[in-house]
């Protein structure tokens, strides 16, 4: 239970990475009022936490009826995290966790960010909607590690709430520097995390 917990708000908060989102959004919204800047983080959080609780509940669901196994959701959940971790350790942007440069330059051009591209992709982007899939169906039909795995993806949509909150303060605080050891680091465990994946896909696959 213990474990489940940590596994996923470590993997959770790592894929949806509170951090960079503020940072990301302390850009975006520099000509913003605070009150502006307040509604816009508390809107995209709840929309965010919205879609990611969908694809916590229906996500396993949909993959049973596109016949998709258990161990190869794992093996491919792994591998898009390892990438997306690979991508953190060596500081590089991609679509899985980030904006592209194309989306960030859409996103400069609106008053309103809270639904695109805070929302999606930067918070609730196709790294967290696939970690919110591969954690609750790990869980394999057990409801009580099930909550514990929502209550977790919970607790990290505070997070980054609070984090969007401050997200000025924290910019100036950490620095570009400060903010890419955090990620380097970030995806270091991502990185083991989604080996561990691939490893318990192949093993239950029956391949090993």
């Not at 474990?3 to 990475?17: C, Q, R, S, W």
């Not at 997306?84 to 942007?93: E, K, L």
């Not at 990620?183 to 465990?189: E, Q, S, Y």
Request: charged share 10%.
């Amino acid at each position: 239970m213990f474990k489940t917990a940590i596994v996923a708000f470590m993997t959770l908060f790592v894929t949806v990475g509170p951090i960079d989102v503020a940072a990301m959004f302390a850009a975006l919204t520099s000509k913003n009022t605070s009150s502006q800047r307040r509604s816009m983080a508390m809107k995209g959080s709840l929309i965010a936490t919205a879609i990611l609780l969908v694809f916590s509940i229906f996500g396993e669901r949909l993959l049973g009826h596109l016949g998709i196994s258990l161990p190869a959701l794992r093996t491919a959940g792994g591998i898009l995290l390892l990438l997306i971790g690979i991508d953190m350790v060596f500081a590089r942007s991609s679509g899985g966790t980030t904006t592209t440069d194309d989306e960030s330059r859409e996103a400069a051009l609106k008053s309103d960010i809270s639904v695109f591209p805070l929302a999606t992709p930067l918070i609730a982007g196709p790294g967290a909607m696939g970690a919110c899939i591969l954690l609750t169906a790990d869980a394999e039909g057990n409801f009580f590690l099930k909550l514990i795995v929502m209550a977790s993806m919970l607790a990290v949509m505070a997070v980054t709430l609070l984090f969007l909150l401050i997200a000025g303060r924290l910019q100036r605080l950490l620095g570009v520097t400060g903010l890419q050891v955090i990620t380097r680091v970030a995806g270091v465990l991502l990185s083991a995390l989604a080996v561990q994946f691939i490893f318990d896909g192949i093993r239950s696959s029956g391949l090993a």
